[in-house]
Every structure is written in C-alpha cells, then in structure tokens.
C-alpha cells in the first residue's frame, strides 16, 4: 500500500477559547493529521489568517482560507502582513458567498485573479484552489481547474464526497494533480436537505445521516486516499469532534 498523503482537518474560528479546544481534541486524538485548515466565516470576528496563528501553536502546518470576494484588487493583499508575521505558507483561495450584512464591503474578484494576486504579492506562498464537484458538469469543472492550474495554483481541495464511485471518476480526471480529497459527516435530515438543496448532492443508495454512516465512509475515503498516495480533508461539520476522529483514525 502506498504512503498515505497529508490529513486535514477543518476548524471553525468560533472564539480563541473554543478553537484550542477543538485543537487539543485534534492533538489528543488524531496523531495523524499534519494540517489545519480555518475557514474565514464572516459571522465570527476571528479571521481565518488569525485562527491559523493559532493553530501554529500545536501544528505547524496550517491553512486558511481566503475569501476572493473579499479582495480589492486595487489594493495589496490586506492580510499580507498578519500572514508574513505569522510565518504562513499555504493558503487555499474559495469564491466566497456574498456576505448577509451587506455593510461589509466585497468585490466582484474571482478566484483565478486571487491566485495570480498572491504570485505576485506572496510568490513564498502556496496556493490551493477549490473543486466543487456539484456545480455543474464534469467538463465544467475541469475547465475551471485548467483555470486555477494557469494562475498558479498547486493543488486542490473538493467539496465533500459521499460516494466512493463518484470519487473514482473524479480521480481518473484529476490524475497527476495534488487533490485533498474532502468528506464531512452529515448528522440529521436537515442537513441532508441542506446539501441537497443547496450544494445538489445527490446522496448514494442506502445513505444515513448519521454519525455510524459518516465515520464507515470516511474510512472508505482514506483507504481510496491511501491507495492514491493522496490526501485526505477531514470537515467534521455539527459533529462530535472527538467521536468522529475517533471512529475515522483511532
């Protein structure tokens, strides 16, 4: 069996108390994951780039996510000197959703042009870009990672996957390419309903939305990564944190 990439595991920036808190369940209970990623949620106060600070703390290998909308492309990058400070080399570039409270500003700034901003800016930096899987055709999707790869991209990180087939596929067309294959557990109907209607996930034959289900098929997902030498992004969602990285890598 081939040597298993990086593991990831994503952390909500909720508070700096409740972020150490989920860093040292991380710590206690998953020995093998080598990365943190923080979203930038705009409903917290916390930045991503501040929680990735943060977590240097217990892991060295952090990532947070840069919101492309929320980039001025006037303007230097706002985050450069809290990154540079930080020592962070990695950052992965979403589109970002338009914010709720419309008094925070955004651009309409997409992902390639955040990409090629960063070459330019931070070229110490890496950058990864996001795959959704569910927005539209294969074809589709192929062409905007064709995209990210011009602009300077050097891997990827998909939306969760919920169906080992559909993996496969992806895999054959991704072939050659750094991906961090991504699963999260879905713990209620609603939530299920949520990724139906929202993200058009179209959930396999005999599907739960439960704890057991998601911990089973996330260790399916890091058997498919393993035989890959990929690497694997762990979105535990309104989950037990503890429980669900118990189940997946205890």
Do not use: C
């Amino acid at each position: 069996m081939k040597e298993l990439g990086r593991i990831s595991v994503e952390l909500i920036p909720r508070s700096e108390d409740g972020l150490r808190d989920d860093l040292q369940i991380v710590k206690k209970n998953a020995p093998g994951v080598e990365l943190i990623n923080i979203p930038d949620l705009l409903r917290f106060d916390m930045r991503s780039w501040q929680g990735a600070a943060i977590a240097q703390e217990y892991f060295p290998a952090v990532m947070p996510h840069i919101r492309a909308i929320d980039v001025d492309l006037s303007q230097p990058l706002s985050m450069r000197p809290e990154l540079r400070q930080s020592g962070i080399t990695e950052v992965l570039v979403i589109e970002g959703d338009p914010p709720q409270d419309m008094s925070h500003k955004f651009y309409p700034t997409v992902t390639t042009d955040v990409i090629s901003k960063f070459h330019q800016e931070m070229p110490e930096v890496k950058v990864y870009a996001g795959i959704d899987q569910y927005r539209g055709s294969m074809r589709q999707e192929l062409y905007r990672i064709q995209r990210k790869l011009q602009a300077g991209a050097v891997g990827f990180f998909t939306q969760p996957f919920f169906d080992i087939r559909f993996m496969e596929m992806y895999a054959d067309m991704l072939e050659g390419q750094n991906v961090y294959w991504g699963v999260s557990p879905v713990m209620s109907e609603r939530s299920q309903s949520y990724w139906e209607l929202k993200n058009n996930v179209i959930f396999p034959k005999g599907f739960q939305p439960t704890l057991e289900w998601s911990i089973e098929f996330s260790k399916k997902a890091l058997k498919f990564a393993e035989e890959r030498d990929a690497n694997l992004y762990l979105m535990p969602i309104k989950s037990n944190l503890e429980a669900y990285l118990q189940g997946v890598l205890g």
